[in-house]
C-alpha cells in the first residue's frame, strides 16, 4: 500500500465510507494517517458513577436503562438513564434528533463530557461510543476519539487508521536527519504510531511535538521560498521620499503627526529609495493615523511623475480616502482619482482613460482597481488598504498593472498578534503604530443586558439632544426565525418610531452602493443623528461627531470585529462611549469574554485574547495569505516549536536556495503544498 493510495481501496472502506471520509479531507491513505485523533480517553484508571465531581471531565462504562425524546426551549431532547455497578445518571443530548429511539435497554456505552447537576446528575452532550459494536475497545488503555462526520463511526476510522499503520509499505521521511537528532524528534512514522496506537500518554505528546514541528518547519520554509522570490532578480525604481508633494502635504496637515507616524514614515522612505522593491506591513490600531502615512508614500510616487494605487474593500472606504483628502491633495499639485464599481459605465470609461494618459497620480478604489481594461501609465507603488480583506491573488493582480515590480504597502487596522506576524507575514518588514493622535477624547465602553433598553434608549435621547450621533450595529439584517436576534430593520423600525423618520437612516450590506453612500453621507453631514447598521460599517467609516455606540447581541462577534466596531467612536474631542446589549443566560465563556473587551482599550491585547480563543486560520483566513493551513499545530500554544522551525527553514533555504542538498524537504513541497508554490511570487 502506497500513502497516495485513494482510501477507497482499503479494506472495509468502500465507496459510501471513502464519500464520508472525503467531507473531512480524507481522501489518500496518507491523509487518513495525519487526520488525528481529536482527545484520548484514558481507560487505565476507570471511574465509577458515584464517585464523579460536579464540574469535571469524566468518563464512564455504563448501560442503558431507558430513553425518552420531547422537545424542549432548547429543541429536541433526548435523555436516557444509565447506570453502572454505582449509581445511575442521566445522559442528554439536545438538538440531536437522530438519537431518537437510538439506545435499547442493556446496551453497553462509554460516555464522556463534563459532569454538570440539574436536579440530578447528568451530562450534556457528551461524546459516547457503543460498545457492543466495537469488539476492540479494551484492547488498549488509551482510546483515540476522531473528528467526525454525519455517518461516519468512530470506530471505523480507528479502525481505517490501524489497517493502514499495519499495511502500509513506506512514507517516506519529511524532515532532515540533522535537525531530527537535535530537537530529538521521532521518525515520521513512529510518531504516527504514537498518536495513533498510544501506549501511554507520554508517547502522544512525543508524537505530537514531531508533528506540529513538521507542519511549522513547511510553513515557515513556503515563507523563506516566497521572499526569495519576491527579492531574487527583481528591481523597483527608487523614488524620493521628500519631494515637492510630499512636503507640502506634510505642512498642510492641520494637525502634528506623532512620534510613531514620522517613525514609519522613515522607515517607508528608506525603503522606496532603494532598488530593491518594498514589501512592508504597516499595522497600525483603529484610529492611529495609517491612511496620512500611506499617503506620504503614495506622494513620492507623484513627485516623481509616477503613480500610485490604493485598493480599500468597500466602496465606502475607498470613497472616505478619496473625498476626506481630495481637497488637500489638489491644493498641493496632486491630481487624485476615485474608481469603484458603482460609477456608471461612461463615467468609469472617462477614469479609466485617465488613469491609462497617467492624467491621474493618486487612484484610489476597490476590487475595480484589478479589472483587466484598468491599465496603469506608470506605477511605482501599490497600497492595499485592511489586507485580510483580499486575497493573494488579488494584491498580485493589482501589481500586476506595472511593468516593473511596484513598492507594495499592506496595511492593516486589525492588530495583528506577535505570533502571527512572525509566523503569516515573516516575508514582510512591519511597521507598527499604536501612538493615537493627539486631542482625543476618553472613550468608555459598558455592557448591560437587554432588559435595560428601554433606559440606554433614554439615555441615547439625551445624548443627541446635546448635539452627539450614534450608530447603533445589530448582527442581522432582518428578523430570523431560527435566531432570535435584533435585526437592523426591526430596530430601525423602533428608533423611527421613537425619534421620528428624519433623525434616523440605515445602512446595510443588501442596499445598493448609491444608497449606502446617500445614507452615509447623511448621516456624516448631520442630517440624521442616528445610523442603524450591520458591520458594513465595521472599516472606514471617520465620522468625529459620532460619539456613540449601541450593539445589539455582542456575543455574536468576534473580539477583533468588536474592537472595529468601538473604533468608529472616539475619533473627536467629545467624550465617547459605547454600551453592548447583552442577552442574559449568556455562558460564562461568552461573558468572560465581553467583559476583557469592555476593560481593554489596547487592540494588541485583544487580537492576543481573539487568537486564543478562536485560533489563527480563522483570524487570518488561508486565502488571504496563500500559506496552507495549520491542522495540527497552534501558533499560540506552540510558539517555541514555531520559533525553532523558523530558525531552521529560514537557515536551510539561505544556505541552499535551491533545495539541491536537501531533497526530502524539496520532494514534500511538491508533494503536499503544490498549491502554495504557485502563489510564491505574489507580491
Given at each position: 500500500?502506497?500513502?497516495?493510495?485513494?482510501v477507497?481501496?482499503?479494506k472495509?472502506?468502500?465507496?459510501?465510507?471513502?464519500?464520508r471520509?472525503?467531507?473531512l479531507g480524507?481522501n489518500?491513505?496518507e491523509?487518513?494517517?495525519f487526520?488525528?485523533?481529536?482527545?484520548?480517553?484514558?481507560?487505565?484508571n476507570?471511574?465509577?458513577?458515584?464517585s464523579?465531581q460536579?464540574?469535571?471531565?469524566?468518563?464512564f462504562v455504563?448501560?442503558v436503562?431507558g430513553?425518552?425524546?420531547?422537545?424542549?426551549?432548547?429543541g429536541p431532547?433526548?435523555?436516557?438513564?444509565?447506570a453502572d455497578?454505582?449509581?445511575q445518571m442521566?445522559?442528554?443530548?439536545f438538538?440531536r434528533p437522530?438519537?431518537?429511539?437510538k439506545?435499547?435497554?442493556?446496551?453497553k456505552?462509554?460516555?464522556?463530557?463534563?459532569?454538570?447537576?440539574?436536579?440530578?446528575?447528568q451530562?450534556?452532550?457528551?461524546?459516547?461510543?457503543?460498545l457492543?459494536?466495537?469488539?476492540?475497545?479494551?484492547e488498549?488503555?488509551?482510546?483515540p476519539v476522531?473528528?467526525?462526520t454525519e455517518?461516519l463511526?468512530?470506530?471505523?476510522?480507528?479502525?481505517a487508521?490501524?489497517r493502514?499503520l499495519?499495511?502500509l509499505?513506506?512514507l517516506?521521511?519529511?524532515i532532515?536527519?540533522?535537525?531530527?537528532?537535535?530537537?530529538?524528534?521521532p521518525?515520521?512514522?513512529?510518531?504516527?504510531?504514537?498518536?495513533?496506537?498510544?501506549?501511554?500518554?507520554a508517547?502522544i505528546?512525543?508524537?505530537?511535538?514531531?508533528?506540529r514541528y513538521?507542519?511549522?518547519?513547511?510553513?515557515?520554509a513556503?515563507i523563506?521560498?516566497?521572499r526569495?522570490?519576491?527579492?531574487e532578480?527583481?528591481?523597483?525604481e527608487?523614488?524620493a521620499?521628500?519631494?515637492?508633494?510630499?512636503?507640502?502635504?506634510l505642512?498642510?496637515?492641520p494637525f502634528e503627526?506623532?512620534?510613531?507616524?514620522?517613525?514609519v514614515?522613515a522607515?517607508?522612505?528608506?525603503d522606496?529609495?532603494?532598488k530593491?522593491?518594498m514589501?512592508r506591513?504597516?499595522?497600525?490600531?483603529?484610529?492611529?493615523g495609517?491612511?496620512v502615512?500611506?499617503?506620504?508614500?503614495?506622494?513620492a510616487?507623484?513627485d516623481?511623475?509616477?503613480?500610485?494605487?490604493?485598493m480599500?474593500p468597500?466602496e465606502?472606504?475607498?470613497?472616505?480616502?478619496?473625498?476626506g483628502w481630495?481637497?488637500?491633495?489638489?491644493?498641493?499639485g496632486?491630481?487624485p482619482?476615485?474608481l469603484?464599481?458603482s460609477?456608471?459605465?461612461?463615467?468609469?470609461?472617462?477614469?479609466r482613460e485617465m488613469?491609462?494618459?497617467?492624467?491621474?497620480d493618486?487612484?484610489f478604489?476597490?476590487?475595480?482597481?484589478i479589472e483587466e481594461n484598468?491599465?496603469?501609465?506608470?506605477?511605482?507603488?501599490?497600497v492595499?488598504d485592511e489586507?485580510h480583506r483580499?486575497?493573494?491573488?488579488q494584491r498580485a493582480?493589482?501589481?500586476?498593472?506595472s511593468?516593473?515590480?511596484?513598492?507594495?504597502?499592506v496595511?492593516?487596522?486589525?492588530?495583528?498578534?506577535?505570533?502571527l506576524?512572525?509566523?503569516?507575514?515573516?516575508?514582510l518588514?512591519?511597521?507598527?503604530?499604536?501612538?493615537?493622535?493627539?486631542?482625543?477624547?476618553e472613550?468608555t465602553?459598558?455592557?448591560?443586558?437587554?432588559?435595560?433598553?428601554?433606559?440606554?434608549?433614554?439615555w441615547?435621547e439625551?445624548?443627541l439632544k446635546?448635539?452627539?450621533?450614534a450608530y447603533?450595529?445589530?448582527?442581522?439584517?432582518?428578523?430570523?426565525?431560527?435566531?432570535e436576534?435584533?435585526?437592523?430593520?426591526?430596530?430601525?423600525?423602533?428608533?423611527?418610531?421613537?425619534?421620528?423618520d428624519?433623525?434616523?437612516?440605515?445602512?446595510h450590506g443588501r442596499m445598493?452602493p448609491?444608497e449606502?453612500q446617500l445614507?452615509m453621507?447623511?448621516?456624516?453631514?448631520?442630517?440624521?443623528?442616528v445610523?442603524v447598521?450591520?458591520?458594513?460599517i465595521e472599516?472606514?467609516?471617520d465620522?468625529?461627531q459620532a460619539?456613540?455606540?449601541?450593539?445589539?447581541?455582542p456575543?455574536r462577534f468576534?473580539?477583533?470585529?468588536l474592537h472595529q466596531?468601538?473604533?468608529r467612536i472616539g475619533?473627536?474631542q467629545?467624550?465617547?462611549r459605547?454600551?453592548?446589549?447583552m442577552?442574559?443566560g449568556?455562558?460564562p465563556e461568552a461573558?468572560?469574554?465581553l467583559?476583557?473587551?469592555?476593560n481593554?482599550e489596547?487592540g494588541?491585547?485583544?487580537a492576543?485574547?481573539?487568537?486564543?480563543?478562536?485560533g489563527?486560520?480563522?483570524?487570518?483566513?488561508r486565502?488571504q495569505?496563500?500559506?496552507?493551513d495549520?491542522?495540527?499545530a497552534?501558533?499560540l500554544r506552540?510558539?517555541?516549536?514555531?520559533m525553532?522551525a523558523?530558525?531552521d527553514a529560514?537557515k536551510?533555504?539561505?544556505e541552499?536556495?535551491?533545495l539541491?542538498?536537501?531533497?526530502?524537504?524539496?520532494?514534500?513541497?511538491?508533494r503536499?503544498?503544490?498549491?502554495?508554490?504557485?502563489l510564491?511570487?505574489?507580491a
Amino acid at each position: 500500500m502506497k500513502p497516495e493510495t485513494p482510501v477507497q481501496y482499503l479494506k472495509g472502506i468502500g465507496p459510501k465510507r471513502a464519500a464520508r471520509l472525503s467531507k473531512l479531507g480524507i481522501n489518500t491513505v496518507e491523509d487518513l494517517l495525519f487526520h488525528l485523533p481529536s482527545r484520548y480517553i484514558d481507560r487505565s484508571n476507570p471511574v465509577p458513577i458515584a464517585s464523579a465531581q460536579i464540574g469535571q471531565e469524566a468518563t464512564f462504562v455504563v448501560k442503558v436503562m431507558g430513553s425518552t425524546f420531547r422537545r424542549s426551549r432548547r429543541g429536541p431532547l433526548v435523555q436516557i438513564l444509565v447506570a453502572d455497578e454505582s449509581a445511575q445518571m442521566y445522559v442528554v443530548w439536545f438538538n440531536r434528533p437522530d438519537l431518537r429511539g437510538k439506545f435499547k435497554p442493556g446496551e453497553k456505552l462509554l460516555v464522556s463530557g463534563q459532569v454538570t447537576f440539574y436536579d440530578q446528575m447528568q451530562m450534556v452532550n457528551p461524546f459516547f461510543e457503543r460498545l457492543d459494536a466495537n469488539p476492540d475497545f479494551f484492547e488498549r488503555p488509551i482510546f483515540p476519539v476522531y473528528p467526525l462526520t454525519e455517518g461516519l463511526a468512530a470506530w471505523e476510522v480507528r479502525r481505517a487508521a490501524n489497517r493502514v499503520l499495519d499495511e502500509l509499505d513506506e512514507l517516506p521521511e519529511t524532515i532532515p536527519l540533522e535537525i531530527m537528532q537535535r530537537h530529538e524528534l521521532p521518525g515520521i512514522m513512529q510518531a504516527l504510531q504514537y498518536v495513533h496506537r498510544p501506549r501511554e500518554m507520554a508517547e502522544i505528546e512525543k508524537g505530537l511535538a514531531r508533528l506540529r514541528y513538521e507542519e511549522l518547519f513547511y510553513f515557515e520554509a513556503l515563507i523563506a521560498m516566497r521572499r526569495r522570490s519576491l527579492e531574487e532578480g527583481v528591481e523597483a525604481e527608487p523614488l524620493a521620499p521628500e519631494g515637492k508633494l510630499t512636503k507640502g502635504f506634510l505642512k498642510a496637515l492641520p494637525f502634528e503627526l506623532t512620534r510613531d507616524q514620522l517613525k514609519v514614515i522613515a522607515e517607508i522612505g528608506a525603503d522606496i529609495c532603494d532598488k530593491n522593491p518594498m514589501h512592508r506591513l504597516l499595522q497600525g490600531d483603529v484610529g492611529s493615523g495609517k491612511t496620512v502615512v500611506a499617503l506620504c508614500a503614495m506622494l513620492a510616487a507623484a513627485d516623481a511623475g509616477r503613480q500610485a494605487a490604493m485598493m480599500a474593500p468597500t466602496e465606502i472606504l475607498a470613497e472616505q480616502h478619496y473625498q476626506g483628502w481630495k481637497k488637500t491633495l489638489e491644493a498641493i499639485g496632486a491630481r487624485p482619482l476615485l474608481l469603484t464599481g458603482s460609477l456608471k459605465n461612461k463615467e468609469k470609461e472617462e477614469r479609466r482613460e485617465m488613469i491609462a494618459r497617467g492624467k491621474a497620480d493618486m487612484v484610489f478604489g476597490t476590487h475595480a482597481l484589478i479589472e483587466e481594461n484598468v491599465e496603469f501609465r506608470d506605477l511605482a507603488l501599490v497600497v492595499v488598504d485592511e489586507q485580510h480583506r483580499f486575497g493573494v491573488m488579488q494584491r498580485a493582480a493589482l501589481a500586476s498593472k506595472s511593468e516593473v515590480r511596484p513598492h507594495v504597502l499592506v496595511m492593516s487596522a486589525t492588530p495583528i498578534p506577535r505570533t502571527l506576524t512572525l509566523s503569516y507575514y515573516g516575508d514582510l518588514d512591519v511597521s507598527v503604530i499604536k501612538q493615537k493622535p493627539k486631542g482625543r477624547a476618553e472613550r468608555t465602553t459598558e455592557l448591560a443586558y437587554e432588559g435595560r433598553k428601554e433606559g440606554v434608549y433614554r439615555w441615547l435621547e439625551e445624548r443627541l439632544k446635546e448635539g452627539d450621533r450614534a450608530y447603533v450595529v445589530c448582527p442581522l439584517i432582518e428578523e430570523s426565525e431560527k435566531l432570535e436576534l435584533s435585526s437592523a430593520k426591526e430596530t430601525f423600525d423602533e428608533l423611527v418610531e421613537r425619534l421620528g423618520d428624519q433623525r434616523v437612516t440605515l445602512v446595510h450590506g443588501r442596499m445598493k452602493p448609491q444608497e449606502r453612500q446617500l445614507a452615509m453621507s447623511r448621516f456624516r453631514k448631520g442630517e440624521v443623528e442616528v445610523l442603524v447598521s450591520t458591520t458594513v460599517i465595521e472599516v472606514g467609516v471617520d465620522v468625529p461627531q459620532a460619539t456613540i455606540m449601541i450593539i445589539m447581541h455582542p456575543e455574536r462577534f468576534g473580539l477583533a470585529q468588536l474592537h472595529q466596531l468601538r473604533g468608529r467612536i472616539g475619533r473627536g474631542q467629545r467624550p465617547s462611549r459605547c454600551v453592548l446589549l447583552m442577552p442574559r443566560g449568556l455562558s460564562p465563556e461568552a461573558s468572560q469574554r465581553l467583559t476583557f473587551f469592555a476593560n481593554t482599550e489596547d487592540g494588541f491585547a485583544l487580537a492576543e485574547e481573539d487568537l486564543r480563543i478562536r485560533g489563527p486560520g480563522q483570524i487570518m483566513g488561508r486565502r488571504q495569505h496563500g500559506l496552507p493551513d495549520l491542522r495540527i499545530a497552534d501558533l499560540l500554544r506552540d510558539r517555541d516549536l514555531l520559533m525553532a522551525a523558523q530558525k531552521d527553514a529560514f537557515k536551510i533555504l539561505k544556505e541552499d536556495p535551491e533545495l539541491k542538498k536537501h531533497p526530502r524537504v524539496s520532494a514534500t513541497i511538491r508533494r503536499r503544498h503544490a498549491q502554495s508554490l504557485e502563489l510564491l511570487g505574489v507580491a
